[in-house]
Structures are given as C-alpha cells and as structure tokens.
C-alpha cells in the first residue's frame, strides 16, 4: 500500500509530467502550420531544458526507480512520438 506521501509524489509528478506533455503538443502544432526556423530552433531549447529539469526532479523525488515509473516514461516518451507523427502528417 502506498503513503499518502508516495501519492502525492506521483500525483504532482504526473502533472509534470502532463504539463510538458501539452507544452509539446503545443509547439509541434504551432511548428507544423508555421514555417519559422528562430521559433522552431526556441521552442526545441525550451523543450530540452524543461525535459532535462522534469528529470532531475524526478530523481530528486524518486531516488529508487520503480518499474512504474520506467512504464509511464515510456508512455510519455511514446505519446510524444505519436503526435509528433500526426501533427506532421496532417500537413
């Protein structure tokens, strides 16, 4: 059984997680109707460095990597890949 401790983890980890997740979702709508290099080249750096700080809170607030953790990395990682997918292929 978890603590609620552990589950306030998880819950603003999630939440992250989702939130970076749209900001993607965002940029790459916005890359894939508007041709402008600066604004690709920017939005790509801020996806780096926001991704990059998500990590290291992740491994400040989950120290022991739990198989639960790889899993919705993985998901995260793969809904990503798919909308880049289709924003890219609707244009």
Avoid: H
């Avoid at 041709?35 to 290291?56: E, K, M, Q, V």
């Avoid at 990597?65 to 244009?91: D, E, Y």
């Amino acid at each position: 059984m978890m603590t609620e401790q552990e589950k306030e983890r998880y819950f603003y980890w999630i939440v992250g997680q989702l939130g970076l997740l749209i900001l993607m979702i965002s940029q790459l709508n916005n890359i894939a109707k508007i041709t402008d290099n600066l604004g690709f080249f920017l939005a790509l750096i801020s996806i780096f460095c926001f991704s990059s700080f998500i990590r290291y809170v992740e491994s400040q607030l989950f120290p022991d990597k739990t198989k639960g953790l790889q899993i919705m990395k993985r998901i995260f990682v793969g809904s990503v890949i798919v909308s880049a997918v289709i924003f890219f292929s609707l244009n």
